[in-house]
C-alpha cells in the first residue's frame, strides 16, 4: 500500500512514522509513506501557500494552484476516472465526516492514499469539490491542522494491512471492529472461534482454530477488559472467572463487561452493534443490577 501525505509540515511526520507498528510495515515492505512539501508547489519567492478568502473573514485559507499541482505530481488517477476501490484522495478537514473503524478498513483495502492536510480558516473548496473523493475529520473539535488526523489514519489504517500486526485476528477483536469486509465479500462473525453454540446459532458447521474459545471479537462494541499476571496485585485482584479455564465462562464474562463498559462509556454503538438475544439478555441485566 502506498500513502502519500501532502503537507507544510513534511517534518512533523518523522516521529509518528518512526516508530512501532508503522515503522515495522514499512522496514517490511508491506506500506510505503512518502511526505510532500506543499510549498514545493509554488512559485513565488515566499512560497505562498495561502491568500485571505473572498468575500472577507478571519483567517487565510490554502490556496487551490499547490494543492491541485502536488498531487497530480503523484500520477494519482484523475478524479473521474479513479477507481475509488484502488486509490482515493481524502482532505483532512472539520467539515468531514467522522472518521471511524469503518472509514479505516474502506481505505485499507486501497493501493494508494493520498491525504491532503488541511491548514489556518481551511482549504479552497475546490480542492474538496474537484480533487478529493471525500472529506475526512478524525472528531467533532477543531485542530490546528490535517497532520495530527493524518498521522491517526496512517496509523490506524497501516495497522489494517495483512502482516502489519503479528496476530491479524486481534484487530477483529478490539473496540469498534464490527467485521471487516474482505475482497471476496467475507464478513467475520463477532463470535468466529468462540463459543461452539454461537457457530450453530450462525449456522456454521466449521469453527475457525486462529482464537481461543474464549475469545469474542467486539461486534462494533467496546473492547472487553484485560488482565495479566500477577493474578493479585496490591490486593486488587484478577475477576475469578478468567482464571478457572472454563471457556463458555470466560466468554461470557467478557461479553457481558464489554457491553457494561459500551452501556456505562458509549451507548450510542449499541445502536450499530451486531446484537444478539443473548446480548439484549445481558443488558437487561446489567440494567438491573445498576439500580
Request: hydrophobic content about 35%; aromatic content about 6%; charged content about 30%.
Given at each position: 500500500?502506498?500513502?502519500?501525505?501532502?503537507?507544510?509540515?513534511?517534518?512533523?511526520?518523522?516521529?509518528?512514522?518512526?516508530?512501532?507498528?508503522?515503522?515495522?510495515?514499512?522496514?517490511?515492505?508491506?506500506?510505503?509513506?512518502?511526505?510532500?512539501?506543499?510549498?514545493?508547489?509554488?512559485?513565488?519567492?515566499?512560497?505562498?501557500?495561502?491568500?485571505?478568502?473572498?468575500?472577507?473573514?478571519?483567517?487565510?485559507?490554502?490556496?487551490?494552484?499547490?494543492?491541485?499541482?502536488?498531487?497530480?505530481?503523484?500520477?494519482?488517477?484523475?478524479?473521474?476516472?479513479?477507481?475509488?476501490?484502488?486509490?482515493?484522495?481524502?482532505?483532512?478537514?472539520?467539515?468531514?465526516?467522522?472518521?471511524?473503524?469503518?472509514?479505516?478498513?474502506?481505505?485499507?483495502?486501497?493501493?494508494?492514499?493520498?491525504?491532503?492536510?488541511?491548514?489556518?480558516?481551511?482549504?479552497?473548496?475546490?480542492?474538496?469539490m474537484f480533487l478529493a473523493d471525500r472529506e475526512i475529520s478524525i472528531g467533532d473539535y477543531v485542530l490546528s491542522g490535517g497532520e495530527l488526523g493524518a498521522a491517526v489514519i496512517v496509523d490506524t489504517v497501516t495497522r489494517l494491512v495483512p502482516g502489519a500486526v503479528g496476530n491479524e485476528a486481534s484487530t477483529q477483536q478490539e473496540s469498534f471492529a464490527a467485521g471487516r469486509e474482505s475482497g471476496a465479500g467475507h464478513r467475520p462473525d463477532r463470535n468466529a472461534g468462540t463459543l461452539p453454540a454461537a457457530g450453530i446459532r450462525a449456522g456454521k458447521s466449521v469453527r475457525p482454530t486462529s482464537v481461543p474459545d474464549s475469545t469474542c471479537g467486539s461486534g462494533g462494541l467496546l473492547d472487553y477488559p484485560h488482565y495479566t499476571r500477577p493474578a493479585d496485585f496490591r490486593s486488587m485482584k484478577v475477576p475469578e472467572v478468567l482464571l478457572n479455564g472454563n471457556h463458555e465462562e470466560i466468554r461470557r464474562w467478557r461479553r457481558r463487561s464489554a457491553l457494561a463498559k459500551t452501556l456505562a462509556n458509549r451507548p450510542d454503538l449499541l445502536d450499530g452493534a451486531e446484537l444478539d438475544e443473548q446480548d439484549r439478555e445481558l443488558i437487561r441485566e446489567i440494567e438491573a443490577s445498576s439500580y
Amino acid at each position: 500500500m502506498q500513502i502519500d501525505i501532502v503537507t507544510i509540515f513534511p517534518d512533523f511526520f518523522h516521529g509518528p512514522l518512526d516508530y512501532g507498528i508503522i515503522r515495522r510495515a514499512r522496514d517490511a515492505g508491506l506500506v510505503k509513506i512518502e511526505t510532500h512539501d506543499l510549498r514545493t508547489f509554488t512559485r513565488d519567492r515566499h512560497r505562498t501557500v495561502d491568500d485571505r478568502p473572498f468575500g472577507g473573514g478571519e483567517g487565510m485559507v490554502l490556496k487551490p494552484e499547490p494543492i491541485f499541482e502536488c498531487v497530480e505530481s503523484l500520477e494519482v488517477v484523475p478524479g473521474a476516472e479513479r477507481d475509488r476501490r484502488k486509490q482515493s484522495v481524502v482532505l483532512l478537514s472539520a467539515q468531514g465526516k467522522r472518521f471511524d473503524q469503518k472509514v479505516a478498513c474502506e481505505l485499507a483495502e486501497l493501493e494508494r492514499l493520498v491525504l491532503i492536510c488541511g491548514r489556518y480558516e481551511g482549504v479552497d473548496e475546490r480542492v474538496a469539490m474537484f480533487l478529493a473523493d471525500r472529506e475526512i475529520s478524525i472528531g467533532d473539535y477543531v485542530l490546528s491542522g490535517g497532520e495530527l488526523g493524518a498521522a491517526v489514519i496512517v496509523d490506524t489504517v497501516t495497522r489494517l494491512v495483512p502482516g502489519a500486526v503479528g496476530n491479524e485476528a486481534s484487530t477483529q477483536q478490539e473496540s469498534f471492529a464490527a467485521g471487516r469486509e474482505s475482497g471476496a465479500g467475507h464478513r467475520p462473525d463477532r463470535n468466529a472461534g468462540t463459543l461452539p453454540a454461537a457457530g450453530i446459532r450462525a449456522g456454521k458447521s466449521v469453527r475457525p482454530t486462529s482464537v481461543p474459545d474464549s475469545t469474542c471479537g467486539s461486534g462494533g462494541l467496546l473492547d472487553y477488559p484485560h488482565y495479566t499476571r500477577p493474578a493479585d496485585f496490591r490486593s486488587m485482584k484478577v475477576p475469578e472467572v478468567l482464571l478457572n479455564g472454563n471457556h463458555e465462562e470466560i466468554r461470557r464474562w467478557r461479553r457481558r463487561s464489554a457491553l457494561a463498559k459500551t452501556l456505562a462509556n458509549r451507548p450510542d454503538l449499541l445502536d450499530g452493534a451486531e446484537l444478539d438475544e443473548q446480548d439484549r439478555e445481558l443488558i437487561r441485566e446489567i440494567e438491573a443490577s445498576s439500580y
